[in-house]
């Protein structure tokens, strides 16, 4: 007799899996500082290291995408366990540039294979109001393991304990969601066409999800660009950075704990368009604010990016559901390639910025102010050309909405 589907059992190893992915986020932005001085790198080299884990993720997603329904979830989050635990313990032994890439590469494919195997199930597993209900609760916990994540580095740098130990802690939701999905069946897909990589490739060639594709690589550099860096970035602000990050991200997950019911009130559209408002907002008010006022401000930042990618998993999922697998596999790999591509740039912008504040004669907490705020000025550049086209995609969907309805 085949086993029934444990839904919630499946939804939980998926969450769990996410917080793996969000613990070698935030413990790597928390341990940078430490990095660069162990091992005499710079800005440029951190952000090439970081560009790894960007890079591993959407090869992994995009290939996990392809083969989700001919081998299965299951499978892929089998491969996902093996590149994190590999991955998690080459870190911790590297102690070179070079380990570091390798070693940070391979927990990105892990984490893309996270992404190519979850969202497809909850997709699947889930209908209609429930199925953007769940998604953006499985989503709240990417920032919600950044908020663990961010408090553990922020807790453990304090009390002098080495980069390796909090590498460590990595292992811990690694090993629970291996436990989780272990003998577990996994649903099937929801629509035919979905099912067949021909059907997938029709879907995605269509103008609306070649569109997001666009939206997807700001949407990603608008979140991930200032939080990956904001050790880096903030440090001279008048606010402690890794307490910013978890202000940042806890604000995030409880915005996507209510995700199901700001989309059924506003539209998915309506919210992906706030949201980039309020991203900009927030990104510009961090290039004119210092001290406790930080806080307030990360805030404002936070309710801006919450809802941006698991809002643009669930659109693809929602309006493009031929696409499949695929198409949300495609969808979240563009942006990581986005951000393997912008991660070492970003670090040139603050190395660039920090040698131009040194020629204005800036030294000390004035030059890494300096060096913070106007790296965040050009970031902000990111989701303010989203205002333009979220605006663009509210119009056409109100206007293809219309066209249904008659």
């Not at 080299?45 to 992994?60: A, D, E, V």
């Not at 570091?100 to 927990?107: A, D, K, R």
């Not at 880096?232 to 890794?242: Q, R, W």
């Amino acid at each position: 007799m085949e086993k029934s589907i444990d839904d919630k059992r499946l939804f939980y190893g998926s969450c769990f899996a996410l917080i793996t992915t969000a613990l070698s986020f935030s413990i790597r932005a928390g341990i940078l500082p430490q990095l660069g001085d162990e091992l005499s790198l710079s800005a440029e080299q951190l952000g090439y290291i970081n560009s790894m884990w960007f890079f591993g993720f959407p090869i992994s997603m995009i290939v996990g995408g392809l083969i989700y329904h001919s081998v299965g979830g299951k499978i892929i989050m089998q491969f996902a366990f093996f590149a994190h635990a590999v991955g998690i313990i080459m870190t911790i032994y590297a102690g070179s540039y070079m380990g570091l890439m390798i070693s940070t590469f391979l927990i990105g494919l892990g984490n893309g294979c996270t992404e190519a195997a979850c969202n497809p199930m909850i997709a699947d597993a889930y209908e209609g109001n429930k199925m953007s209900k769940m998604m953006n609760r499985f989503h709240m916990w990417f920032p919600g393991g950044i908020v663990i994540g961010a408090l553990v580095s922020y807790f453990m740098t304090g009390q002098n304990m080495s980069w390796q130990a909090q590498i460590w802690v990595i292992l811990i939701p690694t090993v629970i969601y291996a436990i989780l999905f272990w003998g577990e069946p996994w649903p099937k897909a929801k629509v035919a066409e979905a099912g067949t990589i021909s059907g997938n490739f029709k879907a995605m060639l269509s103008p609306l999800f070649i569109f997001m594709m666009v939206c997807m690589w700001f949407t990603a550099q608008s979140e991930f660009g200032p939080t990956q860096w904001v050790e880096l970035i903030l440090k001279s602000s008048g606010a402690a950075p890794m307490l910013v990050l978890a202000l940042i991200t806890g604000t995030m997950a409880v915005a996507r704990y209510f995700g199901g019911e700001m989309v059924h009130q506003f539209s998915t559209t309506g919210v992906l368009l706030g949201s980039a408002i309020l991203a900009t907002l927030g990104l510009f008010l961090f290039t004119q604010i210092t001290g406790p006022a930080v806080y307030a401000v990360a805030i404002v930042f936070a309710l801006g990016v919450a809802y941006f990618w698991p809002n643009m998993i669930g659109f693809v999922a929602d309006y493009i559901p031929k696409s499949g697998a695929l198409g949300m596999s495609i969808i979240g790999g563009i942006g990581m390639l986005s951000s393997y591509f912008m991660q070492p740039i970003i670090g040139g912008w603050i190395d660039s910025n920090r040698t131009a504040g040194e020629a204005n004669g800036l030294s000390g907490d004035q030059l890494e102010l300096f060096t913070g705020q106007e790296t965040l000025g050009t970031i902000m550049f990111f989701p303010a050309i989203l205002i333009v086209l979220f605006g663009i995609l509210y119009v056409w969907m109100r206007g293809r909405n219309a066209a249904v309805s008659h």
